[in-house]
């Protein structure tokens, strides 16, 4: 990996941390997303330490705003002309109901849009460094939903937070298929992956630690 350029998001704890972790530790040139400047920090130093790779930085953004979003992206080119690797892990569950800034379900704003915007706002930077690939995480919880295009955002009824979650996870699938898809021959492949039974902080908000 040595000369690649990954970013990962929510890199400061759990999956997003090994993987960063990992790809360091390999060579790569890792930019690390959080949102707390203190922990981004934080974590920089830890993986330089334990990898003896000193090109890791982070860049914060709150992957729930399009606006930061919009500002992640456009500090990533200003300061890297590359980007080999874009592992889309940020994500969450709430227990109960929230919405973003921009009106929107916080669980899907965070776990779908997020990957989303981004992808789109980095993909010329990755299609200009192909071969390049995208990692989006999911869960194998995607077989249990479906997509209420009547309903995207829970307005309705009692809200279900583990519904909203499968439902975002089967949109990081949807999602990665079709950019696959129209990213045929341009030397850009999209994956999704189940990560496993992993236990992180990822479902903190349910009191559960463990990340499915």
């Known amino acids: 990996m040595i000369g690649k350029v990954?970013?990962?998001?929510?890199a400061t704890s759990g999956i997003g941390l090994e993987t960063a972790k990992q790809l360091a530790r390999r060579?790569?040139?890792?930019?690390?997303?959080?949102?707390?400047?203190?922990?981004?920090?934080?974590?920089?130093?830890?993986?330089?330490?334990?990898?003896?790779?000193?090109a890791v930085e982070f860049m914060l953004a709150d992957l729930s705003?399009?606006?930061?979003?919009?500002?992640?992206?456009?500090?990533?080119?200003s300061r890297h002309p590359q980007l080999d690797v874009l592992v889309n892990n940020a994500g969450g569950v709430w227990i109960s109901r929230h919405e973003?800034?921009?009106?929107?379900?916080?669980?899907?704003?965070?776990?779908?849009?997020?990957?989303?915007?981004?992808t789109n706002r980095l993909l010329?930077?990755?299609?200009?460094?192909?071969?390049?690939?995208?990692?989006?995480?999911s869960s194998a919880l995607h077989w249990q939903a479906r997509l209420n295009f009547?309903?995207?955002?829970?307005?309705?009824?009692?809200?279900?937070?583990?519904?909203?979650?499968?439902?975002s996870k089967l949109a990081n699938v949807l999602f990665t298929y079709e950019l696959a898809r129209r990213l045929n021959g341009t030397r850009v492949t999209a994956n999704a992956l189940h990560p496993g039974g992993?236990?992180?902080n990822h479902s903190r908000a349910m009191g559960d630690s463990s990340n499915g």
Do not use: W
């Open 124 to 137: 010329d930077t990755l299609t200009a460094s192909a071969p390049a690939r995208i990692v989006n995480v």
């Open 150 to 167: 009547d309903d995207l955002h829970f307005k309705r009824g009692i809200y279900n937070p583990l519904a909203a979650y499968n439902q």
């Open 6 to 10: 990954c970013l990962v998001t929510g």
């Open 65 to 77: 705003s399009q606006r930061d979003i919009r500002e992640l992206a456009r500090q990533f080119k």
């Open 27 to 54: 060579g790569a040139t890792v930019i690390v997303v959080g949102r707390n400047a203190e922990k981004s920090a934080a974590t920089v130093a830890r993986i330089r330490q334990q990898t003896g790779n000193a």
């Open 100 to 118: 973003n800034a921009d009106g929107i379900e916080m669980t899907f704003a965070v776990n779908h849009l997020g990957y989303f915007s981004l």
């Open 198 to 200: 992993v236990r992180t």
